[in-house]
């Protein structure tokens, strides 16, 4: 059993790799996908999250500070 989604989508904090598979579930689901990186992330990362489908947020120099703005964005 699993919860339902909201219709404002997922959300999740990531350096790129768990954001890209969420983006992917997300899109498989057809549901929104905002995913909030470091400004360390690797543009190739970000640019597969992107090719998903979902909002790409950077901000912050530390993996913390995406999660910290994902929170809040929660």
């Given at each position: 059993?699993?919860?339902?989604?909201?219709?404002?989508?997922?959300?999740?904090?990531?350096?790129?790799?768990?954001?890209?598979?969420?983006?992917?579930?997300?899109?498989?689901?057809?549901?929104?996908?905002?995913?909030?990186?470091?400004?360390?992330?690797?543009p190739a990362?970000?640019?597969?999250?992107?090719?998903?489908?979902?909002?790409?947020?950077?901000?912050?120099?530390?993996?913390?500070?995406?999660?910290?703005?994902?929170?809040?964005h929660v």
């Amino acid at each position: 059993l699993s919860n339902p989604v909201p219709a404002a989508g997922v959300a999740a904090a990531s350096g790129g790799n768990h954001g890209a598979a969420v983006a992917y579930a997300a899109r498989q689901l057809g549901v929104k996908a905002r995913i909030f990186v470091p400004e360390i992330s690797s543009p190739a990362k970000i640019a597969v999250i992107r090719s998903h489908g979902a909002e790409v947020v950077i901000g912050g120099a530390r993996y913390a500070d995406a999660q910290e703005a994902c929170d809040r964005h929660v």
